[in-house]
């Protein structure tokens, strides 16, 4: 298996330069910050053009929120808040992770997750006709925003 990581890091100057990068997809990360309610916000833009430029069901979608390590009173971001989002955005629950950089927290279990997402989606093809390996030439993409 292939990744192509993409980490636009939010920023508006990459909105252009993002659309070709969505092309053959197999899954899309959104991206936020614990200790930021902004980036949280700002992930229903990201959503919403992934949406417009991906037009296949077999797209895992998963959020990722990190600080974990941070204590509750330093963080913006409430679980209501995540769980909410998720559910508007069709994100299932074994999607969402909490993670720390910094102490590693959870970072080994979201990757293997997410591995694990994209193989089960490609063994069902886009017309949901079950494939034993995904072809070779195929690259799976995880794009953070």
Same mark, same amino acid.
């Given at each position: ?6 980490? %636009? ?56 929120? %990190? ?10 971001? %409430? ?67």
């Amino acid at each position: 298996m292939q990744f192509a990581i993409f980490d %636009t890091a939010g920023r508006e100057r990459f909105q252009s330069l993002t659309a070709p990068y969505y092309r053959h997809i197999n899954l899309v990360l959104l991206v936020c910050s614990a200790d930021s309610g902004v980036t949280l916000t700002k992930l229903c833009k990201w959503y919403g053009e992934a949406k417009n430029y991906i037009d296949d069901a077999a797209v895992t979608y998963a959020l990722c929120i %990190t600080k974990s390590d941070l204590p509750a009173e330093d963080k913006e971001v %409430t679980r209501g808040e995540i769980d909410s989002f998720a559910e508007h955005c069709g994100i299932l629950q074994k999607h969402i992770f909490e993670i720390s950089a910094k102490t590693g927290d959870n970072v080994l279990h979201m990757v293997k997750e997410l591995c694990a997402a994209v193989i089960e989606s490609n063994q069902i093809d886009r017309l949901g006709n079950e494939s034993l390996v995904p072809e070779p030439s195929e690259a799976s993409s995880l794009v953070l925003s």
